[in-house]
């Protein structure tokens, strides 16, 4: 099993920037990949980000392009997400999931194991 655990949450105003942070920890495979969702009540979770580094591949939606970056910290087991010019409608509960079989990287349905998400607030 894989644990993946979550911080860097919080308020930050229009056109701020936070940084999220998942520490992984628990099994480790040679090729897995992981990502960032994001969901607003109501709506189906979103597929923001993702890193696949055993290819040095990355992954943005559209929403978030050139505006967030994904990175891995190899020695933490780490990864981040950096979000700068925030906007109000970044505001969801953001969470870090794993998927085993780093070939799936680019398919949501295929991710393993979650985290418990945090929540960012963007206010205008």
């Known amino acids: 099993q894989v644990q993946l655990v979550e911080s860097g949450g919080g308020l930050v105003q229009a056109g701020g920037s936070l940084r999220l942070s998942c520490a992984a920890s628990?099994?480790?495979?040679?090729?897995?990949?992981m990502g960032w969702f994001r969901q607003v009540p109501g709506k189906e979770r979103e597929f923001v980000a993702a890193?696949?580094?055993?290819?040095?591949?990355?992954y943005y939606a559209n929403s978030v392009k050139g505006r967030f970056t994904i990175s891995r910290a190899n020695a933490k087991n780490t990864v981040y997400l950096q979000m700068s010019s925030l906007k109000p409608e970044d505001t969801a509960v953001y969470y870090c999931?794993?998927?085993?079989?780093?070939?799936?990287?680019?398919?949501?349905?295929?991710?393993?194991?979650w985290g418990q998400g945090t929540q960012v607030t963007v206010s205008s």
């Open positions: 999931a794993a998927v085993a079989d780093g070939s799936s990287w680019l398919q949501p349905r295929k991710y393993d194991y």
């Open positions: 628990g099994r480790t495979f040679s090729d897995y990949a």
């Open positions: 890193i696949r580094w055993s290819i040095s591949a990355f």
